[in-house]
């Protein structure tokens, strides 16, 4: 689920893209109708103002039905065509349309699906072979859930290619520029955001967490200790019980 957000990040990152250029160098404004003054730094640090369809009633009905998947147009009717939460910049606001955007992104700069990209660029030089991308009904605990739910697409993966990942140096890159996510409640009072991974500010540790319907995973790098912590587990509901057995994992190991 979302670790596939630290996946984008890292290929915007391969690709050399300059972080400040707007979005509407690639996306049409009748996708983006911000996108001039939305950067790539804005949409992978969560703070473009786009909102979020987890917010949207009507996606949870909609999935909840079990039908096929809203189209691309349908999404962006409902998030990148309303009415920023604020001006770029100037707030933080967790968006999962943000990383559709930065997908497509990735898409057109390159020439290729984002299928193809993960398994060329990502799978292929950071030895993760398991990667690949879900589509349609992809787990059979699952029987009607779709993968294109998830706007940004879901990358599959063991927890073995995700921890190597996870402590690789273009990920590394990308946690130098956390700052504070303001109002991150107590389970993460120190939580910070950079670019596609979270962390605290203390740089004790950097990753991401995931959770979706029949699955929550955490993974997490400890740069001091240069110990990387995958936890997976077949479970509907917040993805904090995945961080905390992280925690409790990363407690035993010495990660700390």
């Given at each position: 689920?979302?670790?596939?957000?630290?996946?984008i990040?890292?290929?915007?990152?391969?690709?050399?893209?300059?972080?400040?250029?707007?979005?509407?160098?690639?996306?049409?404004?009748?996708?983006?109708?911000?996108?001039n003054?939305?950067?790539?730094?804005?949409?992978?640090?969560?703070?473009?103002?786009?909102?979020?369809?987890f917010?949207?009633?009507?996606?949870?009905?909609?999935?909840?039905?079990?039908?096929?998947?809203?189209?691309?147009?349908?999404?962006?009717?409902?998030?990148?065509?309303?009415?920023?939460?604020?001006?770029?910049?100037?707030?933080?606001?967790?968006?999962?349309?943000?990383?559709?955007?930065?997908?497509?992104?990735?898409?057109?700069?390159?020439?290729?699906?984002?299928?193809?990209?993960?398994?060329?660029?990502?799978?292929?030089?950071?030895?993760?072979?398991?990667?690949?991308?879900?589509?349609?009904?992809?787990s059979?605990?699952?029987?009607?859930?779709?993968?294109g739910?998830?706007?940004?697409?879901?990358?599959?993966?063991?927890?073995?290619?995700?921890?190597?990942?996870?402590a690789s140096?273009?990920?590394?890159?990308?946690?130098?520029?956390?700052?504070?996510?303001?109002?991150a409640?107590?389970?993460?009072?120190?939580?910070?955001y950079?670019?596609?991974?979270?962390?605290?500010?203390?740089?004790?540790?950097?990753?991401?967490?995931?959770?979706?319907p029949?699955?929550?995973?955490?993974?997490?790098?400890?740069?001091?200790?240069?110990i990387?912590?995958s936890?997976?587990?077949?479970?509907?509901?917040?993805?904090?019980?995945?961080?905390?057995?992280?925690?409790t994992?990363?407690?035993?190991?010495?990660?700390?």
């Amino acid at each position: 689920y979302s670790i596939t957000k630290t996946i984008i990040a890292a290929l915007i990152l391969d690709m050399q893209l300059e972080m400040d250029r707007p979005a509407s160098d690639w996306l049409e404004k009748s996708w983006l109708p911000q996108g001039n003054k939305i950067s790539l730094r804005h949409l992978l640090t969560h703070t473009s103002g786009l909102r979020d369809y987890f917010s949207v009633d009507a996606y949870h009905t909609a999935v909840k039905a079990g039908g096929a998947p809203w189209t691309d147009d349908k999404f962006a009717q409902h998030t990148l065509r309303q009415p920023l939460l604020f001006e770029p910049g100037q707030g933080w606001a967790y968006s999962n349309p943000g990383y559709w955007a930065l997908k497509r992104i990735c898409e057109q700069e390159s020439g290729m699906d984002f299928a193809t990209l993960v398994k060329e660029r990502i799978a292929g030089s950071f030895d993760a072979p398991s990667f690949s991308v879900a589509s349609g009904l992809f787990s059979e605990d699952l029987p009607k859930y779709d993968a294109g739910w998830v706007w940004h697409g879901i990358v599959c993966g063991n927890v073995r290619d995700t921890a190597h990942f996870m402590a690789s140096d273009l990920v590394s890159s990308l946690a130098r520029q956390l700052v504070p996510v303001p109002d991150a409640g107590p389970t993460y009072p120190d939580a910070a955001y950079g670019l596609g991974v979270m962390g605290d500010l203390s740089g004790t540790n950097y990753g991401h967490n995931g959770s979706g319907p029949g699955f929550s995973t955490s993974c997490f790098h400890f740069p001091g200790s240069g110990i990387t912590v995958s936890y997976f587990m077949p479970y509907d509901g917040p993805e904090d019980a995945a961080y905390a057995k992280m925690q409790t994992l990363a407690n035993q190991f010495g990660a700390f």
